[in-house]
Every structure is written in structure tokens, then in C-alpha cells.
């Protein structure tokens, strides 16, 4: 939480959505298709609220961001464009998030080009940028920006990205 204190205000947005993933390239139990239900926290901060006392609107910060997640991610694969069962699983109708997607890839599968395999770390960096382009939309306080998003696949298993902006 150490950006939130330096950013002075801040807002969180929780939701969580059920998804399965795998993770071939780093063997052990993970490489079998598995699902999680995934629990998520989004922090905006500003250093001062907007003129009518928000960080940005609440209702639309909750709507966009749980509207992206549902859209791409609940009830979904996520998987890494190199793995072999993207295209199998496609052809059977199941949609399918691609994280290092090529050319060819979605609008909202762009966020994640750069990002080979949908670890939890990466969940959490693609929902950074997901959100970050929802806030840049919100009206708010001057320097509102996504600080801090959370992601949990299970009890134990947390990841924490915090975007820097210079």
C-alpha cells in the first residue's frame, strides 16, 4: 500500500470471475489445464480528490473494470498464444484469452502481447493496463492512476503489481 499513501486518496474495486489456465512452460502440476476462481483488486489514487470529492466516479470505475473482466475473462481459458491448445480449443467453440498474442490478436488481447503465459503475475499487469485505459475515460481528480491491482488464484497464491509512472 505504499503508493496509495503517497498518492494521498485512493478507491478499490473488488470482483472476482472463474477462469482456468495453464502453464506448460514452467512444469510441475500447473502444466494440466486447471481452474481458479480468481479474486481481484483494483486501486485508483490521486494526491487530491476532483472538485466534487472523488478520486474518479465509483459506479463507472466498478462497471468498467467488472464489465472487462466478465467480457474477457470469466468462464474463460487463459492461455499463452504458443500453447497448442488455443487453437483446439476454439474450434470447439470455448473462448479463449491468448496473453503474447500475435498481430492477429483482439483489441483486449493487445494489453497483453508482451506477456508469454498467464501466470498471476501477468493477470495482474493485463488488468493494470485494462484499467488504467478505463480511468484515463473517467472524469476524477487531476492524477488519478491505477496504483495497486491484486490478484489472488487461490488462498495462497497472491500476486501484486504496482505500474510505475515517470
Not at 498464444?81 to 483446439?88: E, I
Not at 508469454?116 to 480511468?135: C, D, F, Y
Amino acid at each position: 500500500m505504499e503508493n496509495v499513501t503517497r498518492m494521498g486518496h485512493a478507491v478499490c474495486v473488488k470482483h472476482t470471475f472463474e477462469a482456468a489456465h495453464r502453464l506448460p512452460h514452467l512444469g510441475g502440476k500447473c502444466v494440466n489445464l486447471h481452474g481458479h476462481s480468481w479474486e481481484v483488486e483494483v486501486t485508483v489514487g490521486a494526491p487530491r480528490l476532483s472538485e466534487g470529492g472523488t478520486v474518479v466516479e465509483f459506479g463507472a470505475l466498478k462497471q468498467g473494470v467488472r464489465r472487462w473482466i466478465d467480457l474477457y475473462w470469466d468462464h474463460a481459458t487463459l492461455l499463452g498464444q504458443a500453447d497448442p491448445l488455443v487453437g483446439l480449443l476454439r474450434e470447439t467453440g470455448s473462448r479463449v484469452y491468448r496473453f503474447g498474442a500475435p498481430g492477429d490478436a483482439t483489441g483486449a488481447e493487445l494489453v497483453g502481447h508482451d506477456l508469454l503465459w498467464p501466470t498471476v503475475e501477468s493477470v495482474a499487469v493485463v488488468l493494470a493496463r485494462a484499467a488504467t485505459a478505463i480511468v484515463d475515460e473517467l472524469p476524477g481528480a487531476q492524477g488519478a492512476r491505477v496504483t495497486r491491482v491484486e490478484v489472488r488464484e487461490t488462498r495462497s497464491n497472491t500476486a501484486v503489481h504496482e505500474p510505475e509512472w515517470f
